[in-house]
């Protein structure tokens, strides 16, 4: 049937509402009922579905208490009271994961409830709190959440109760309750919150499925169309419609889950005009059971598959389900649900992905490929013939796939698949493969093997050569030798083939082959384990080779001190109150940036930027632009009614004339009505260039001495003089990769113009309120006084949102002017991670020299950073990296230096920890390399050079009230530390190719802002007539809670509930000046000016109070304003003293240090270079906490972020600086799966600091060093690794941890292979 002149109508339900579209654009996209990717989900592929999101299933509207939100359904509820939501802009995904998952189980194992969030992130929680409130469902959920004399506690089991427990299973280890006096456990609490309170999960609340769907789905459907601007979708609804209309349209894309064609047209600004979409086609779903195997219709989703998969499993002999088990453990870690869920089998064929998961294990089984044509059927093998080059396949264009067999595997036939990412859950594949070998019957010689490999050319390909050769040969060492030399020389690649680690490739066809050797001989040895067994048995400490992933359940436990007995249960300072926000957060109800209604005459903006490093600019064409439609201006220099010079250090450009220096520099911008229509516009417009040598990496800055001046310095004693001294004297070299923030709210700005005196309105992302308005003002030509910039929350912050919004506000500020109509603008992911910068990366060089016993005596270190194209905040990083060179050691003679590279890389800037991690991890590095070369434990070398209290830093600051000694002792106390490297030593003599490894790192964090003015803060608190308290002050809330501790501080100031406090936003009319939200420092400084303001109020109010000492607070207030006194006041505070002089190395940088020790254990696969984080325990000094569930959530979000930083996220540019790694698919960031299994944190008790408000101590920055305990543990790993390939000496790791780089220090036969260049050897880094 031929598609209808105009298209039809869409029907479907939201939220059980339904709506009908007439005009609908197929290349909209939009969320589902099922959880899926909302970018991805085409809107025409909703035609008579519900559609349920999180404001479908609970809100906050019912209130028990006038200020108390509460939230209506058990799943907003549970994530919210749990801590799980800190800036909530990942809470409503997570709420639907569980939401869909309780529906579709509504008895989950806490496995399910893992499995659930494969496809989820949060860059703030560190998933810990996430997965203890949902925990909560868990059918299994047998453990007591730490409650701390509540069922399951040690205490409350008795003393050989070996059940769950507050210590997380360890009853009676060190560290237990058991072992505390019962004065101290009853001091410290593990009661984050209080499950009792969760309502009950009540099925009948949940929205009921539309009854006209019900209906629908027994009527015939008829074909529908739908015809936007440029394309056009089609369903039919019968194979031969589907098979006719292909014959029409040849060049037609299928499309059933839209994830290969959602991100070519999303992101790589392909077109396809007409799209078939054969989701109602019954033979394109079906799944048949044949003779041979299981037959699936091409559109057939991969849960479908994996579910019907599992089933055979569960009812086959395993004989005949070799393969489909292969193809399980692919699909295991296949994406995440939300895209198994709606990709298809026939998809992932089709795309002819050559890294896909599945193709290898089809290619390998032989499986059968059934495609239609209007002339009719024909069956195909997927074999090496399948594929005939990148993308493309043997199937015609007027061809579809209609189903696929997979086929039973026989008996004496086995089957395993393998595969290797960047991180396990949700990434695709480095290499992938399928291996599948005969044997002849009842013998260990192989009749067929066929060995499949993604990820290693441009298709996936068949190894033929060594398949042939193994063909007729025995199962046994020689032709495990024979065919790893083999496929060493199939398997090559060329050193610049695309994709790079080359040699890590290379590597892993080898380990997996290994792997699928020993499984085979494994199941082989077992299957003839009679007398006449021809095999050789595994031997017993190459078994762990064949285990497949697993993770053992999640333990922990969060120990914090109570407050004192006797404080007023009315003030919250000291408890775990929840985030004031977390309910709106997790109903869907919180307003960012982007969710503020749409003005009426609103426009949008897209940026237009360099796609060279380097290069003149020639010209500028917008003219193509002005045909898109909704055109409205396109915007550059010439606009600017003010100066274009912008940038902290005046040496940046709103827009780039002459010159852009960087990929992602700003040149112009395209303003249009709608976001598609600017975006098509903008990449419309021609940019000429001429382009000039770029200068990428830190090597390179070095050889042509790029720097920004001035260079610092830091010397004390006499180096020259300690090494004379030393026993021995190490030199070595490190390098730290940079770090995307990936703030889940990318920036955002909507900018209205006011109409009078130059007045504007700016609604933005941003910590820094200051110098968004200073720079706005500047751009526009007016005082600052006419530019009001508001803030009421963002999606994280993490020190992306310092300075870099500013690139973004001024252009949207400059269209706006230009344009006199509000103008939008959010960055998509991969905008924001090209052009905005992350944190700086590190080249560490250094000279120590010590003694036999591991005592430093002197040090001579260098640092480069990498800056980027202009100066924003890099030498207050590098000053921070200086000043944090030390970490927490007495280092009595020192030279250090720090270079900030100016290279053509787009400006790097603040991030959380500001420089002090990459500072702190070259210290650890040789802090390691003396270890290994005194033959001393590591943790013995760096308690011998710990400071001491009293001690003088390396800049000269007295450390006082120095609390890390304790925290050591805690934590390798409360680890275990000494009988867990025992069993670590045990488990790496046993086991050849996994190894495990511990490291306890301490790390103090001096905390002020390093430029002194900065530690000012202001406030402003009005009270109302009716006692309410509306609170202002110069942070913002990026979630890290900062509001809600500012309300418990305001509240115990004024004697009065949290729940009369209220913080609507922060914006440059309420409080002026304010120093950016960063440093950790804004609780210290706000709070004090907080209390600040409200001292003032109380003063006012006390001869009120004086003549009514029994009034209340109301009545208090209403004498006051009738009495004529004021009832607002500004609060202001500055930290005293504080200020440092690098020249003479005098002053006080910092006013206090925040201290902290974590110990992590890890296990590697040497084989495939794969990590999993075992356990980690932290002891933390955080003073007396203002509030332990956000510290802890602070901690626990900043050590994740860390091992982000030291074992994952690695930003990867081309030699001319373009950056791969522009979104979630090629930058990898920490997901559910990889926190540590074992998590403990505690707070350090009794360590009030006399410093800060309330006596509490910051948090922010501090914790995220102590992620380096993984990296170490990491090397520590490695060492084992390398000292059974007879190598002991230390070694070069980089940071990130990647599997490339552990496999790569795993030296053995295989990479030894391999290898062209030394495995020492670092490749050149930015
Ligand atoms: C976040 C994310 C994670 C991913 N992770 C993985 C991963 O871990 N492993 C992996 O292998 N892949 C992964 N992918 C790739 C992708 O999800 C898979 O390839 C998926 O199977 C594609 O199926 P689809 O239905 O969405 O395809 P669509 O996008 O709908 O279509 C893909 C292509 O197949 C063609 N096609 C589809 N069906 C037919 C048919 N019956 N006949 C002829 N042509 C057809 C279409 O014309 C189109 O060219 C990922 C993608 C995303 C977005
Ligand atoms: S709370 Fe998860 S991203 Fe912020």
Same mark, same amino acid.
């Given at each position: 049937?031929?598609?209808?002149?105009?298209?039809?109508?869409?029907?479907?339900?939201?939220?059980g509402?339904?709506?009908?579209?007439?005009?609908?654009?197929?290349?909209?996209?939009?969320?589902t009922?099922?959880?899926?990717?909302?970018?991805?989900?085409?809107?025409?592929?909703?035609?008579?579905?519900?559609?349920?999101?999180v404001e479908?299933?609970?809100?906050?509207?019912?209130?028990?208490?006038?200020?108390?939100?509460?939230v209506?359904?058990?799943?907003?509820?549970?994530?919210?009271?749990?801590?799980?939501?800190?800036?909530?802009?990942?809470?409503?995904?997570?709420?639907?994961?569980?939401?869909?998952?309780?529906?579709?189980?509504?008895?989950?194992?806490?496995?399910?409830?893992?499995?659930?969030?494969?496809?989820?992130?949060?860059?703030?929680?560190?998933?810990?709190?996430?997965?203890?409130?949902?925990?909560?469902?868990?059918?299994?959920?047998?453990?007591?959440? #730490?409650?701390?004399?509540?069922?399951?506690?040690?205490?409350?089991?008795?003393e050989? %109760?070996?059940?769950?427990?507050?210590?997380?299973?360890?009853?009676?280890?060190p560290?237990?309750?058991? $072992?505390?006096?019962?004065? $101290?456990?009853?001091?410290?609490s593990?009661?984050?919150?209080?499950?009792?309170?969760f309502?009950?999960?009540?099925?009948?609340?949940?929205?009921?499925?539309?009854?006209?769907?019900?209906?629908?789905?027994?009527?015939?459907?008829?074909?529908?169309?739908?015809?936007?601007?440029r394309?056009?979708?089609?369903?039919?609804?019968?194979?031969?419609?589907?098979?006719?209309?292909?014959?029409?349209?040849?060049s037609?894309?299928?499309?059933? =889950?839209?994830?290969?064609?959602?991100?070519?047209?999303?992101?790589?600004?392909?077109?396809?005009p007409?799209?078939?979409?054969?989701? *109602?086609?019954?033979?394109?779903?079906?799944?048949?059971?044949t003779?041979?195997?299981?037959?699936?219709?091409?559109?057939?989703?991969?849960?479908?598959?994996?579910? !019907?998969?599992?089933?055979?499993?569960?009812?086959?002999?395993?004989?005949?389900?070799?393969?489909?088990?292969?193809a399980?453990?692919?699909?295991?870690?296949?994406?995440?649900?939300?895209?198994?869920?709606v990709?298809?089998?026939g998809?992932?064929?089709?795309?002819?992905?050559?890294?896909?998961?599945?193709?290898?294990?089809?290619?390998?089984?032989?499986?059968?490929?059934?495609?239609?044509?209007v002339?009719?059927?024909?069956?195909?093998t997927?074999?090496?013939?399948?594929?005939?080059?990148?993308?493309?396949?043997?199937?015609?264009?007027?061809?579809?796939?209609?189903?696929?067999?997979?086929?039973?595997?026989?008996?004496?036939?086995?089957?395993?698949?393998f595969?290797?990412?960047?991180?396990?859950?949700?990434?695709?594949?480095? !290499?992938?493969?399928?291996?599948?070998?005969?044997?002849?019957?009842?013998?260990?010689?192989?009749?067929?093997v066929?060995?499949?490999? #993604?990820?290693?050319?441009?298709?996936?390909?068949?190894?033929?050569?060594?398949?042939?050769?193994?063909?007729?040969?025995? *199962?046994?060492?020689?032709?495990?030798?024979?065919?790893?030399r083999?496929?060493?020389?199939?398997?090559?690649?060329?050193?610049?083939?695309?994709?790079?680690?080359?040699?890590?490739?290379?590597?892993l066809?080898l380990?997996?082959?290994?792997?699928? @050797?020993?499984?085979?001989?494994?199941k082989?040895?077992?299957?003839?384990?009679g007398?006449?067994?021809?095999?050789?048995p595994?031997?017993?400490?190459?078994?762990?080779?064949?285990e497949?992933?697993?993770?053992?359940?999640?333990?922990?436990?969060?120990?914090?001190?109570?407050?004192?007995?006797?404080?007023? !249960?009315?003030?919250?300072?000291?408890?775990?109150?929840?985030?004031?926000?977390?309910?709106?957060?997790?109903?869907?109800?919180?307003?960012?940036?982007?969710?503020?209604?749409?003005?009426?005459n609103?426009?949008?903006?897209?940026? !237009?930027?360099?796609?060279?490093?380097?290069?003149?600019? +020639?010209s500028?064409?917008?003219?193509?632009?002005?045909?898109v439609?909704?055109?409205?201006?396109?915007?550059?220099?010439?606009?600017?009614?003010?100066s274009?010079?912008?940038?902290?250090?005046?040496?940046?450009?709103?827009?780039?004339?002459?010159?852009?220096?960087?990929?992602?520099?700003?040149?112009?911008?395209?303003?249009?009505?709608?976001?598609?229509?600017?975006?098509?516009?903008?990449?419309?417009v021609?940019?000429k @260039?001429?382009?000039?040598?770029?200068?990428?990496?830190?090597?390179?800055?070095?050889?042509?001495?790029?720097?920004?001046?001035?260079?610092?310095?830091?010397?004390k004693?006499?180096?020259?003089?300690?090494?004379?001294?030393?026993?021995?004297?190490?030199?070595?070299?490190? @390098?730290?990769?940079?770090?995307?923030?990936?703030?889940?709210?990318?920036?955002?700005?909507?900018?209205?113009?006011?109409?009078?005196?130059?007045?504007?309105?700016?609604?933005?992302?941003?910590?820094?309120?200051?110098?968004?308005?200073?720079?706005?003002?500047?751009?526009? =030509?007016?005082?600052?006084?006419?530019?009001?910039?508001?803030?009421?929350?963002?999606?994280?912050g993490?020190?992306?949102?310092?300075?870099?919004?500013?690139?973004?506000?001024?252009?949207?500020?400059?269209?706006?002017?230009?344009?006199?109509?509000?103008?939008?603008?959010?960055?998509?992911?991969d905008?924001?991670?090209?052009?905005?910068?992350?944190?700086?990366?590190?080249?560490?060089?250094?000279?120590?020299?010590?003694?036999?016993?591991g005592?430093?005596?002197?040090?001579?270190?260098?640092?480069?950073?990498?800056?980027?194209?202009?100066?924003?905040?890099?030498?207050?990083?590098?000053?921070?990296?200086?000043?944090?060179?030390?970490?927490?050691?007495?280092?009595?003679?020192? %030279?250090?230096?720090?270079?900030?590279?100016?290279?053509?890389?787009?400006?790097?800037?603040?991030?959380?920890?500001?420089? #002090?991690?990459?500072?702190?991890?070259?210290?650890?590095?040789?802090?390691?390399d003396?270890?290994?070369?005194?033959?001393?434990?590591?943790?013995?070398?760096?308690?011998?050079?710990?400071?001491?209290?009293?001690?003088?830093?390396?800049?000269?600051?007295?450390?006082?009230?120095?609390?890390?000694?304790?925290? *050591?002792?805690?934590?390798?106390?409360?680890?275990n530390?000494?009988?867990?490297?025992?069993?670590?030593?045990?488990?790496?003599?046993?086991?050849?190719?996994?190894?495990?490894?511990?490291?306890?790192?301490?790390?103090?964090?001096?905390?002020?802002?390093?430029?002194?003015?900065?530690?000012q803060?202001?406030?402003?608190?009005?009270?109302y007539?009716?006692?309410?308290?509306?609170?202002?002050?110069?942070?913002?809330?990026?979630?890290?809670?900062?509001?809600?501790?500012?309300?418990?501080?305001?509240?115990?100031?004024?004697?009065?509930?949290?729940?009369?406090?209220?913080?609507?936003?922060?914006s440059t009319?309420?409080?002026?000046?304010?120093?950016?939200?960063?440093?950790?420092?804004?609780?210290?400084?706000?709070?004090?000016?907080v209390?600040?303001?409200?001292?003032?109020?109380?003063?006012?109010?006390?001869?009120?109070?004086?003549?009514?000492?029994?009034? %209340?607070?109301?009545?208090?207030?209403?004498?006051?304003?009738?009495?004529c006194v004021?009832?607002?006041?500004?609060?202001?505070?500055?930290?005293?003293?504080? #200020?440092?002089?690098?020249?003479?190395?005098? =002053?006080?940088?910092?006013?206090?240090?925040?201290?902290?020790?974590a110990?992590s254990?890890?296990?590697?696969?040497?084989?495939?270079?794969?990590?999993? $984080?075992?356990?980690?325990?932290?002891?933390?000094?955080?003073?007396?906490?203002?509030?332990?569930?956000?510290?802890?959530g602070?901690?626990?979000?900043?050590?994740?972020?860390?091992?982000?930083l @030291?074992?994952m996220?690695?930003?990867?540019?081309?030699?001319?600086?373009? +950056?791969?790694?522009?979104?979630?698919?090629?930058?990898?960031?920490?997901?559910?799966g990889?926190?540590?299994?074992?998590?403990?944190?505690?707070?350090?008790?009794?360590?009030?600091?006399?410093k800060?408000?309330?006596?509490?101590?910051?948090?922010?920055?501090p914790?995220?060093?102590?992620?380096?305990?993984?990296?170490?543990?990491?090397?520590?790993?490695?060492?084992?690794?390398?000292?059974?390939?007879?190598?002991?000496?230390?070694?070069?790791?980089?940071?990130?941890?990647?599997?490339?780089?552990?496999?790569?220090?795993?030296?053995?036969?295989?990479?030894?292979?391999?290898?062209f260049?030394?495995?020492?050897?670092?490749?050149?880094?930015?």
């Amino acid at each position: 049937m031929a598609p209808a002149e105009t298209g039809d109508e869409l029907v479907f339900f939201v939220n059980g509402k339904k709506v009908v579209e007439k005009d609908v654009d197929p290349e909209t996209t939009l969320l589902t009922h099922h959880t899926a990717n909302a970018c991805l989900f085409p809107i025409c592929a909703l035609h008579h579905v519900a559609v349920t999101t999180v404001e479908g299933i609970g809100n906050t509207k019912s209130r028990l208490h006038p200020a108390q939100l509460i939230v209506a359904v058990t799943f907003q509820e549970r994530i919210a009271k749990s801590h799980g939501s800190q800036c909530g802009f990942c809470t409503p995904g997570i709420v639907m994961s569980m939401y869909t998952l309780l529906r579709n189980k509504p008895k989950p194992k806490m496995e399910d409830i893992e499995d659930a969030f494969q496809g989820n992130l949060c860059r703030c929680t560190g998933y810990r709190p996430i997965l203890e409130g949902y925990r909560t469902f868990a059918v299994d959920s047998n453990y007591c959440s #730490g409650v701390v004399n509540g069922t399951g506690c040690c205490r409350s089991k008795g003393e050989n %109760s070996m059940n769950g427990g507050c210590c997380g299973g360890k009853a009676n280890g060190p560290g237990c309750c058991m $072992n505390e006096k019962e004065e $101290n456990v009853m001091m410290m609490s593990s009661n984050l919150f209080d499950s009792s309170e969760f309502q009950p999960l009540d099925p009948t609340q949940e929205p009921i499925f539309p009854p006209e769907l019900m209906t629908q789905r027994n009527k015939k459907q008829k074909q529908v169309c739908f015809k936007g601007e440029r394309v056009m979708w089609i369903q039919p609804t019968t194979l031969q419609e589907l098979v006719a209309l292909k014959s029409q349209y040849p060049s037609a894309k299928l499309v059933v =889950g839209n994830t290969e064609v959602g991100i070519e047209m999303r992101l790589k600004n392909m077109l396809y005009p007409v799209i078939l979409a054969p989701a *109602w086609i019954p033979e394109m779903n079906a799944v048949q059971h044949t003779e041979t195997g299981i037959t699936f219709g091409a559109a057939c989703t991969l849960s479908s598959v994996e579910e !019907v998969l599992r089933k055979a499993v569960a009812e086959l002999p395993p004989y005949k389900t070799e393969i489909f088990q292969a193809a399980l453990e692919q699909l295991r870690w296949f994406a995440g649900p939300q895209i198994r869920n709606v990709a298809a089998l026939g998809g992932n064929i089709m795309t002819a992905s050559p890294i896909s998961d599945l193709n290898p294990v089809l290619m390998a089984s032989g499986s059968k490929l059934t495609l239609m044509s209007v002339e009719g059927k024909r069956t195909i093998t997927m074999d090496e013939k399948f594929f005939t080059g990148y993308r493309k396949t043997v199937v015609k264009p007027e061809e579809v796939l209609l189903s696929v067999e997979i086929p039973y595997s026989k008996e004496d036939e086995y089957f395993s698949a393998f595969k290797q990412a960047y991180r396990r859950e949700d990434d695709i594949a480095i !290499v992938t493969c399928g291996m599948r070998v005969l044997f002849q019957r009842g013998t260990s010689q192989v009749q067929e093997v066929k060995l499949s490999y #993604g990820g290693m050319a441009p298709t996936t390909i068949l190894a033929l050569k060594t398949c042939q050769e193994l063909t007729g040969r025995d *199962w046994n060492e020689k032709l495990l030798q024979d065919a790893c030399r083999l496929l060493a020389s199939e398997m090559a690649l060329s050193p610049s083939a695309p994709g790079g680690m080359v040699e890590f490739r290379r590597t892993l066809t080898l380990s997996f082959f290994f792997k699928f @050797y020993l499984t085979v001989l494994q199941k082989l040895s077992k299957h003839q384990n009679g007398p006449n067994s021809l095999c050789e048995p595994v031997p017993p400490n190459y078994v762990s080779a064949t285990e497949l992933f697993h993770k053992d359940p999640i333990a922990n436990a969060q120990l914090f001190q109570e407050v004192p007995r006797g404080q007023s !249960v009315e003030d919250m300072v000291g408890r775990p109150l929840v985030h004031v926000s977390a309910a709106k957060q997790a109903c869907g109800e919180a307003v960012y940036c982007d969710d503020i209604p749409h003005y009426e005459n609103e426009l949008y903006l897209t940026l !237009v930027t360099s796609t060279k490093a380097h290069a003149k600019i +020639l010209s500028i064409d917008a003219s193509e632009a002005q045909s898109v439609p909704g055109y409205v201006c396109f915007v550059s220099a010439k606009d600017i009614p003010g100066s274009n010079i912008t940038g902290i250090a005046n040496d940046e450009t709103v827009f780039a004339e002459n010159e852009v220096t960087c990929v992602g520099h700003i040149i112009g911008a395209v303003i249009a009505d709608t976001q598609e229509h600017s975006r098509r516009a903008a990449r419309a417009v021609k940019i000429k @260039y001429e382009e000039l040598k770029p200068i990428v990496t830190i090597q390179e800055a070095i050889e042509k001495q790029s720097f920004f001046k001035p260079t610092k310095r830091i010397k004390k004693g006499d180096v020259k003089k300690g090494f004379e001294e030393s026993d021995h004297i190490l030199e070595g070299e490190m @390098y730290l990769g940079g770090q995307e923030h990936f703030y889940l709210e990318t920036h955002c700005t909507l900018a209205v113009p006011k109409g009078e005196d130059g007045e504007m309105e700016l609604f933005v992302s941003t910590q820094n309120l200051m110098k968004t308005q200073e720079f706005t003002a500047r751009a526009l =030509g007016v005082p600052s006084n006419r530019i009001l910039v508001r803030v009421k929350r963002m999606g994280g912050g993490f020190g992306g949102k310092e300075t870099r919004n500013t690139i973004l506000t001024t252009v949207v500020a400059v269209a706006a002017f230009k344009t006199g109509r509000p103008v939008r603008c959010m960055l998509d992911r991969d905008e924001d991670m090209l052009i905005s910068g992350g944190r700086h990366p590190f080249l560490g060089r250094y000279k120590v020299g010590f003694m036999k016993n591991g005592k430093v005596k002197s040090l001579e270190v260098s640092y480069y950073s990498n800056g980027g194209n202009s100066v924003d905040l890099s030498h207050g990083v590098m000053d921070r990296a200086l000043l944090h060179l030390d970490n927490s050691y007495n280092i009595p003679n020192l %030279s250090s230096v720090g270079f900030i590279c100016k290279t053509n890389l787009p400006s790097n800037t603040a991030f959380r920890g500001f420089g #002090g991690p990459q500072g702190m991890m070259i210290a650890e590095c040789w802090m390691g390399d003396i270890a290994r070369k005194c033959g001393l434990p590591p943790e013995e070398v760096r308690k011998i050079n710990l400071y001491h209290e009293g001690d003088l830093t390396h800049f000269n600051q007295k450390l006082e009230g120095f609390t890390l000694r304790r925290c *050591w002792d805690e934590c390798l106390s409360s680890s275990n530390y000494h009988a867990r490297r025992k069993l670590i030593e045990e488990f790496n003599k046993q086991n050849r190719w996994k190894k495990r490894g511990m490291c306890i790192i301490p790390t103090k964090f001096g905390i002020s802002f390093t430029v002194p003015f900065l530690n000012q803060a202001g406030a402003l608190v009005h009270v109302y007539t009716d006692g309410s308290v509306l609170l202002t002050h110069g942070g913002t809330e990026m979630g890290q809670g900062l509001h809600t501790k500012m309300i418990q501080v305001a509240s115990r100031s004024l004697g009065i509930p949290t729940s009369k406090i209220y913080i609507s936003e922060t914006s440059t009319n309420t409080v002026p000046n304010t120093s950016p939200t960063a440093a950790s420092v804004s609780a210290d400084i706000n709070g004090m000016a907080v209390h600040n303001a409200c001292q003032t109020i109380l003063k006012r109010l006390e001869p009120i109070k004086q003549s009514n000492p029994k009034g %209340s607070w109301e009545q208090w207030i209403k004498t006051a304003y009738e009495s004529c006194v004021s009832l607002s006041a500004t609060g202001f505070y500055r930290i005293p003293d504080v #200020g440092y002089n690098f020249e003479t190395n005098e =002053g006080k940088p910092f006013c206090y240090f925040s201290y902290g020790v974590a110990c992590s254990e890890v296990e590697i696969d040497c084989l495939t270079g794969d990590h999993k $984080n075992i356990r980690t325990d932290i002891v933390m000094d955080v003073g007396t906490s203002l509030n332990p569930a956000i510290d802890i959530g602070q901690i626990e979000g900043a050590f994740v972020q860390g091992i982000g930083l @030291y074992t994952m996220e690695e930003l990867r540019y081309s030699p001319e600086g373009n +950056l791969y790694t522009r979104g979630p698919g090629m930058y990898k960031i920490p997901a559910f799966g990889d926190i540590p299994t074992e998590f403990y944190v505690s707070l350090l008790r009794d360590c009030p600091n006399s410093k800060a408000i309330y006596s509490s101590k910051a948090v922010g920055e501090p914790p995220l060093f102590l992620s380096a305990s993984v990296f170490y543990a990491i090397k520590d790993a490695i060492y084992s690794a390398r000292e059974d390939s007879g190598m002991t000496e230390s070694f070069r790791l980089d940071s990130p941890a990647t599997p490339e780089r552990i496999r790569n220090a795993c030296v053995d036969t295989f990479t030894k292979m391999v290898t062209f260049r030394s495995p020492d050897q670092s490749t050149p880094v930015c």
